[in-house]
């Protein structure tokens, strides 16, 4: 097993719920309530020592209980390793901590991924929509369920075919 | 007459010099100025809400989404070969490089091989991309700040290689000549020859454009101690690239993470000191001349061989068995049509463009089209930074910052 995973397994015992690598790629898959305390402990552990924060992405998966999943990428400059961070999160409660405290970047990161999936980010400063208008109202782009043609007026064109894609 | 009272009535203090508490001064209050979207220096439509205090920034909003096309949305229609034109029009002055981070993640979810050929072909074209993306960089910045003729000079010699870039692929700026698992064509001889004409011509063109603004008193003023990051606030925010190297930190991925043909050159990466503009220029116009040395090791280096994995259920076949072959022109018919069968799983890959690391973080759930697409867009990211690195610095200097991070909109908004 890839040693980042091995330490990450030996130091948290509960919270924990997958670890996989695939690629190359170490991806540890923790509960969302852990979700701040295993950042920090990427962010400050000196073994782990994860200062750059790659990117923050967010997967839909319409049929799972739970729908959403909230992924960090981390890269460690001194030590030349990276990791992927994910979360589950239910549509009920779409919430997940945010970690603007530990990396500045993930501010902006993680407003693209409120914008586009709809996923709320406690403690997050400034949480407003970033690509999409302020007053738009017509959901979440990237949710598997928002049409690839466009929602609201759009649907009122008579040039685009009926056919919903 | 409202304006005469407040005159009297209100007092400001000054930390510095208490003795101005006593002197009653103009009445102040913090202006907001929208700049943009409709801005020549905001290199695309970009608007920033700036907080300004006389001419000092104090706080500024950057407002984006303009040029928002849902490219991440329209990835997850098509098939993995059908998204590579789609990636040209992200950065659209260096289409080249994000075939090339594209292909590259793609061929990691894949585990695909790519020819020894491709690999020195697809180095060759980016490093003449990174030129290209550079001369378009200093042009821009040049011009932002009122050095008018240097962006003459830069575009006189991008026009060579974008008719170069016509001749090997029939396009100057939408390219699309990468291919997953290896390139479109080879070079021609021409093409060659051509290349190894400019590579004796340029360098000493470089030292030209560096002769317009080395001593230039304005030039110097407006980029040296402007826009200053430290870098560990560099780090944090997850800056990359050149932006990120002025800070002293020699974060490369083509050194840290070596990919393609870059193990085999020798070539260095400079750093700068101070995190300042004028660094951040330094290291472009010196990784002009890495380039030049990069292309010209590849050429000499590169051996015959093919310039395209042959594995039939994933690489396309060349076009011109397409139009005599049958099996071929099925081949070509059902890829496109269908796509792949990529397998289940999740990766990311990065690749060091001119502007800094370019990502595509790809989720599959078997079958022909990606589950999910994120692109890690450096122009985004640095745009993060924005607030924090003009605090403090005058409105002019916002347009300086613009072109410091060498920002393409149609990336940042995707």
Not at chain 1, 130 to 138: C, G, V
Not at chain 2, 380 to 385: K, Q, Y
Request: charge should be negative.
């Amino acid at each position: 097993m890839h040693p980042l995973l091995q330490r990450i397994q030996q130091t948290f015992s509960v919270g924990v719920t997958g670890l996989a690598e695939w690629r190359g790629d170490a991806a540890v898959t923790v509960t969302r309530d852990k979700l701040h305390e295993v950042a920090q402990f990427l962010r400050n552990d000196p073994g782990m020592d994860f200062d750059y924060i790659v990117h923050v992405s967010s997967v839909d998966w319409p049929d799972d209980e739970e729908r959403f999943e909230v992924v960090w990428e981390f890269y460690s400059i001194r030590k030349r390793h990276r990791i992927r961070l994910k979360t589950r999160v239910p549509e009920s409660d779409c919430v997940v901590d945010s970690l603007t405290d530990l990396w500045k970047g993930a501010d902006f990161m993680e407003r693209e991924v409120f914008d586009m999936m709809g996923i709320r980010f406690r403690n997050h400063p400034d949480l407003r929509r970033i690509l999409m208008p302020d007053d738009y109202t017509e959901g979440y782009p990237l949710r598997k369920d928002f049409p690839l043609r466009g929602k609201g007026w759009r649907d009122t064109f008579d040039f685009l075919d009926e056919v919903p894609r | 007459m409202a304006f005469e009272d407040q005159r009297t009535t209100v007092y400001k203090v000054n930390p510095e010099h208490p003795e101005s508490e006593t002197l009653p001064t103009l009445r102040t209050e913090e202006l907001l100025l929208n700049m943009g979207p409709q801005h020549p220096s905001t290199h695309g439509v970009l608007k920033v809400i700036l907080e300004l205090e006389g001419e000092r920034l104090v706080k500024s909003t950057p407002v984006m989404g303009y040029l928002h096309r849902g490219v991440e949305k329209l990835a997850e229609d098509g098939t993995y070969h059908q998204f590579i034109p789609h990636t040209d029009r992200l950065d659209y002055v260096c289409a080249m490089y994000n075939n090339f981070a594209y292909c590259r993640a793609v061929e990691k979810l894949l585990n695909l091989q790519v020819p020894e050929r491709a690999e020195y072909l697809r180095t060759i074209v980016a490093e003449v991309q990174r030129i290209i993306g550079h001369q378009f960089w200093l042009s821009a910045q040049a011009l932002d700040i009122g050095a008018m003729t240097v962006f003459f000079y830069c575009f006189r010699d991008r026009e060579i290689l974008l008719d170069w870039f016509d001749e090997l692929c029939g396009a100057r700026l939408t390219t699309s000549w990468y291919r997953i698992g290896g390139v479109e064509r080879d070079l021609t001889p021409s093409l060659i020859d051509k290349l190894n004409q400019f590579l004796d011509y340029f360098p000493p063109k470089i030292d030209e454009y560096q002769v317009f603004l080395e001593k230039n008193r304005i030039w110097l003023g407006r980029t040296k101690g402007v826009a200053v990051i430290s870098a560990e606030d560099a780090v944090s925010f997850g800056l990359s690239g050149p932006v990120l190297r002025g800070s002293g930190v020699d974060y490369d991925l083509r050194k840290y993470e070596p990919y393609s043909a870059y193990p085999k050159c020798e070539f260095s990466v400079p750093v700068g000191k101070n995190g300042d503009t004028y660094d951040r220029y330094w290291i472009r116009v010196m990784e002009l001349y890495e380039s030049v040395k990069i292309i010209r090791q590849c050429l000499e280096q590169m051996q015959e061989g093919p310039v395209m994995a042959d594995v039939p259920s994933v690489t396309l076949p060349p076009k011109e068995r397409v139009f005599t072959n049958l099996e071929a022109m099925i081949q070509q018919f059902k890829l496109f049509s269908q796509g792949f069968d990529a397998p289940p799983g999740e990766v990311y890959c990065g690749t060091e463009a001119h502007k800094g690391e370019l990502g595509f973080y790809i989720v599959s759930t078997g079958g022909g089209k990606p589950y999910r697409l994120k692109i890690r867009a450096p122009s985004f990211i640095h745009m993060g930074a924005f607030d924090h690195m003009a605090r403090g610095y005058m409105i002019s200097d916002a347009c300086t910052i613009f072109g410091t991070y060498d920002i393409v909109m149609g990336e940042c908004d995707r």
